[in-house]
């Protein structure tokens, strides 16, 4: 098994201007890390995540750095690993929006299956096997249909999304890299992670965004789809510190990161409009259904069947006994502090836009 060098501790995150990858960066960084990141080329700025983390190369001491990337693309990947050399390598990045992956099912595949594969192949041709430890970011997605609850490490996988299918190849390829060459390569089955830099459109973000937006009076109403889905949901602060500590025990494997606890996107909406203290009666069922505040009696949220889902993910609750007991981990954030942080964040830039004039919706 790859023996952990302290002395050298330098990472790569591919997905480092994502949710997870600044959070990430952020805490390998306060560790002492050198930390070394894979952004995507684009036409406008998308590294507003991880600004505060980049100091100017030419100031001497660099120890965040930004690299050119992409994980549809082997040579640039085997480049960027035989350059770095990196010590632990923790692979984010992904198309990882599941009713996205439904309209873009072949580019999903593409990043988040054989995109796993590209790393993993990197580090066998490099002959680094022994020399770098590998984490996948996989999914409570795998779960999919209900097959047990709550869901733990030998709950049979039942994926409902090309996306949830692609990751469950990512899963496997790590498994499989791990078990024919002796790498030191593990999953960390993560249940949704949310905060107040969750992407816009993630239901939880989508949420107190609108929340914010309505009280500051830049938008009149919420368009959701299915209200009843649960999920667990926890603070992507206390999930990265778990990806870190999945690569320091002494044997890699696959674990489990979950608050233990669900609840419906209905009640998300509920609490998050009681943070600016209104409160939601629903009336109407299905696709008809409306949320409506109960003081001023408008209605504020209104079910949109354009995001229903194909197959829908119904319910989701992990059981991370494994990471407890093995690393050490549990969740420090509650659900309601969660809430409160995103909706008061997403305040502060409503009224900032409301004040330069722009919509921000
Ligand atoms: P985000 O969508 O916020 O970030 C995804 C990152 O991947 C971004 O940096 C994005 O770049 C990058 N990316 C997308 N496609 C490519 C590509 N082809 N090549 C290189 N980079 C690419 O996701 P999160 O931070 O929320 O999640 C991180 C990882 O964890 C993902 O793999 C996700 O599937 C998985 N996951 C997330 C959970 C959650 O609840 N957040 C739960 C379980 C797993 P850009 O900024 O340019 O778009
Ligand atoms: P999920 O997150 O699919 O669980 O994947 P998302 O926030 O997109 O959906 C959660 C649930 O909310 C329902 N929903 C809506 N979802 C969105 N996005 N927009 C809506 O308007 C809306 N209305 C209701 C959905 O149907 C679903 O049931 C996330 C991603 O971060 C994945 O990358 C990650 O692997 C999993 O979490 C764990």
């Given at each position: 098994m790859v023996a952990h060098n302290s002395k050298r501790r330098v990472a790569l995150i591919t997905g480092v201007t994502g949710q997870d990858g600044a959070y990430l960066a952020q805490h390998l960084l306060g560790l002492g890390y050198t930390v070394h990141g894979i952004k995507r080329r684009s036409s406008s700025f998308n590294t507003a995540r991880v600004d505060h983390l980049y100091k100017d190369r030419h100031a001497g001491d660099v120890p965040f750095l930004m690299h050119y990337g992409d994980m549809t693309d082997s040579s640039n990947l085997i480049r960027l690993v035989q350059q770095i050399r990196p010590t632990e390598i923790y692979n984010l990045a992904a198309q990882s929006h599941v009713q996205v992956s439904f309209e873009s099912p072949e580019y999903t595949a593409n990043a988040d299956a054989i995109g796993v594969l590209r790393l993993l192949e990197a580090i066998r041709i490099l002959g680094m096997e022994k020399e770098t430890r590998f984490y996948q970011a996989s999914t409570s997605e795998l779960y999919?249909?209900?097959?047990?609850?709550?869901?733990?490490?030998?709950?049979?996988?039942?994926?409902?999304?090309?996306?949830?299918?692609?990751?469950?190849?990512g899963y496997w390829i790590t498994v499989n890299?791990?078990?024919?060459?002796?790498?030191?390569?593990?999953?960390?089955?993560?249940?949704?992670?949310?905060?107040?830099?969750?992407?816009?459109?993630?239901?939880?973000?989508?949420?107190?965004?609108?929340?914010?937006?309505i009280e500051v009076g830049l938008e009149n109403k919420l368009y959701l789809g299915n209200l009843d889905a649960k999920r667990d949901w926890g603070h992507a602060g206390d999930y990265v510190e778990g990806m870190h500590r999945v690569l320091q025990v002494d044997e890699p494997g696959d674990f489990v990161l979950a608050t233990g606890q669900t609840r419906s996107v209905r009640e998300f909406v509920?609490?998050?409009?009681?943070?600016?203290?209104?409160?939601?009666?629903?009336?109407?069922?299905?696709?008809?259904?409306?949320?409506?505040?109960?003081?001023?009696?408008?209605?504020?949220?209104?079910?949109?069947?354009?995001?229903?889902?194909?197959?829908?993910?119904?319910?989701?609750?992990?059981?991370?006994?494994?990471?407890?007991?093995?690393?050490?981990?549990?969740?420090?954030?509650?659900?309601?502090?969660?809430?409160?942080?995103?909706?008061?964040?997403?305040?502060?830039?409503?009224?900032?836009?409301?004040?330069?004039?722009?919509?921000?919706f």
């Open positions: 999919g249909l209900v097959q047990e609850v709550p869901q733990k490490e030998t709950t049979p996988f039942y994926p409902r999304s090309p996306y949830g299918v692609a990751k469950l190849y890299y791990r078990e024919a060459y002796g790498m030191f390569a593990s999953n960390g089955i993560l249940f949704n992670h949310e905060s107040p830099i969750r992407g816009e459109t993630f239901v939880t973000r989508k949420i107190t965004r609108a929340v914010a937006g509920e609490l998050a409009f009681a943070e600016v203290g209104r409160r939601i009666e629903w009336r109407g069922k299905g696709a008809e259904e409306i949320g409506v505040d109960k003081a001023s009696g408008k209605t504020l949220v209104q079910v949109d069947p354009t995001y229903f889902r194909p197959t829908e993910v119904d319910l989701l609750i992990g059981d991370a006994s494994k990471a407890r007991a093995k690393l050490g981990w549990t969740p420090k954030t509650s659900f309601s502090q969660m809430v409160k942080e995103m909706v008061a964040s997403d305040l502060v830039q409503a009224r900032q836009d409301a004040a330069n004039g722009k919509r921000g």
